[in-house]
Nanobody, 124 residues
Framework: QVLLVESGGGLVQAGGSLRVSCAAS????????MGWFRQAPGKEREFVAT????????RYADSVKGRFTISRDNAKNTMYLQMNSLKPEDTAVYYC?????????????????WGQGTQVTVSS
């Protein structure tokens, strides 16, 4: 089991930027693929981005491609999501998740550990 703690959420104006972080502990972070998901009010939780164990392979949802960047620092057991050109529709609780393998995809079933989430609110 991996303990995940998100931080860095907050309120930002449309067009602004924000970086959220996910600190991991418990298992060897560098052997796990990681992902970001989000859940807006009244909606299902959805995939945002994923990164493989080394950071060399990343994938994004079409809605954030070109605006968001997922990255990781295995020496610090931390993953990041840099969010630029934010839109009101990006408002959601953002969750980090750890897979049980080196690679993971879009499905939530690929991920076995989840953080508590951090709120990101984008005002228009």
């Amino acid at each position: 089991q991996v303990l995940l703690v998100e931080s860095g959420g907050g309120l930002v104006q449309a067009g602004g930027s924000l970086r959220v972080s996910c600190a991991a502990s418990g298992r060897t972070f560098s052997t796990l693929a990681m992902g970001w998901f989000r859940q807006a009010p009244g909606k299902e939780r959805e995939f945002v981005a994923t990164i493989n164990w080394s950071g060399g392979l990343t994938r994004y949802a079409d809605s954030v491609k070109g605006r968001f960047t997922i990255s990781r620092d295995n020496a610090k057991n931390t993953m990041y999501l840099q969010m630029n050109s934010l839109k009101p529709e990006d408002t959601a609780v953002y969750y980090c998740a750890a897979a049980n393998s080196l690679y993971a995809g879009y499905s939530q079933t690929d991920y076995g550990s989840w953080g508590q989430g951090t709120q990101v609110t984008v005002s228009s």
